[in-house]
């Protein structure tokens, strides 16, 4: 018997872009964020802090991206082969 009920691939598969698209929103925005911030703290108001915060928030939205779809590309995670159960 399974150990729980079965999830259509499609569910999980808008769980994956929910779970996407909200870290690449929070992501960026931080990133936008602390750029605006450090632009106007410490950089007199200059647009370069803005434009490498968010692309800093983006970047690492996006290799989060690639964690959730790709997880076999993650260096040191291992999957183990299970035989197949009839």
């Not at 960026?28 to 370069?48: D, N, P, Q």
């Not at 989060?64 to 790709?70: G, K, L, T």
């Not at 993650?74 to 183990?80: A, C, H, K, L, T």
């Amino acid at each position: 018997m399974s150990a729980g009920p079965k999830v259509p691939s499609e569910d999980l598969l808008s769980q994956k872009w929910d779970r996407v698209i909200s870290n690449f929103v929070v992501k960026t925005g931080l990133g936008l964020s602390a750029g605006i911030v450090a632009s106007a703290l410490l950089f007199k108001k200059r647009s370069w802090p803005i434009a490498i915060a968010g692309g800093w928030g983006f970047g690492v939205a996006y290799a989060d991206a690639q964690r959730v779809f790709h997880p076999y590309h993650v260096p040191g995670v291992q999957f183990e082969k299970q035989k197949p159960s009839v």
